[in-house]
């Protein structure tokens, strides 16, 4: 089969992976190379990269409102293009360009949240479970029909990093059995019950608000966490806090109780792993060894 790869960041990479190893990947597409580092040099995508290291021919053009571009992807006469996490919206005669289309690779159980942040939304309110779909494109919004999706529970105290590696290589896996069996599959349409949408997280919703309950608290740090990560302000630093759980205890909202445990709106957390400014992630027993809490955080 022949197919065109589509995508960007570290999410993607095990996807390009396991369809190198299956089929023929015969050209990839991804975001431009940004600016990266203190010289400010411009670095290829993860994709790129492994894209190079595999051997696969690099696009990377700005968009597609250009013919030249939209014409050079036609010509590539693809059986079907694989896309997830690209990063731009794809027109209608890319989409139609490929025999069997455009499929996505999305990181949630479709028609649940939609959009750009599915991981962090789905642990930051709390849900029990989550998954990935493979979805036929459209010119929609994560849209389009399903053919195939795979559930897995979001476990106790999971981060977001944790949960997108895990959620990487389902996707990577279900990929390839969802091509091996393309012609028998009937896309699903998706409910109109149940939508929502995982908005792009702003960088305001990282700062911790201590005035709300202790469970909303932790999945917001969790859901953070490594990135952007949830931050609080301490002695005039801020310092990210990567991982905690929800305890039974009281408090004023902010006030620091035994060890690295606050007190919030209802209850508290208790941090478990944060990292200081310039510094490397630590288990919270080693940040409060260099760093000492004062009697509330605001």
Request: aromatic letters at 4%; proline letters at 8%.
């Amino acid at each position: 089969m022949r197919i065109v790869f589509m995508g960007t960041p570290d999410f993607s990479v095990p996807v390009l992976e396991a369809l190198a190893a299956a089929h023929d990947v015969i050209a990839v597409y991804s975001q431009p190379p940004r600016p990266a580092g203190r010289g400010k040099k411009l670095r290829p995508s993860a994709v790129h990269a492994k894209a190079d290291e595999l051997g696969i021919p690099v696009h990377t053009p700005l968009n597609f409102k250009d013919e030249t571009d939209r014409h050079a992807f036609a010509a590539l006469d693809a059986d079907v293009a694989v896309v997830v996490a690209y990063g731009l919206i794809l027109p209608q005669a890319i989409l139609d360009a490929p025999r069997s289309g455009c499929l996505n690779i999305h990181a949630s159980l479709l028609p649940r949240w939609r959009g750009a942040a599915p991981i962090h939304r789905a642990i930051m309110a709390g849900d029990a479970e989550t998954g990935v779909c493979i979805m036929q494109m459209e010119a929609g919004l994560d849209t389009g029909p399903v053919l195939a999706r795979q559930s897995t529970p979001i476990a106790a105290l999971e981060t977001t990093g944790r949960l997108h590696d895990r959620l990487s290589q389902m996707g990577a896996a279900l990929i390839v059995t969802t091509l091996a069996r393309l012609s028998e599959l009937t896309p699903q349409v998706q409910p109109d019950i149940g939508v929502t949408y995982a908005h792009k997280i702003d960088k305001a919703e990282a700062r911790v608000d201590w005035s709300l309950p202790a469970q909303q608290v932790s999945q917001n740090i969790n859901g953070l966490s490594p990135f952007p990560g949830a931050w609080c302000d301490i002695n005039g630093e801020r310092v990210k806090l990567l991982q905690a759980e929800p305890q039974h205890a009281t408090g004023a909202p902010g006030q620091t109780l035994a060890g690295f445990t606050i007190a919030c709106g209802t209850d508290a957390i208790s941090v478990l792993h944060a990292q200081r400014a310039g510094k490397k992630p630590l288990p919270a027993a080693d940040i409060l060894r260099s760093l000492t809490l004062p009697k509330r955080l605001i």
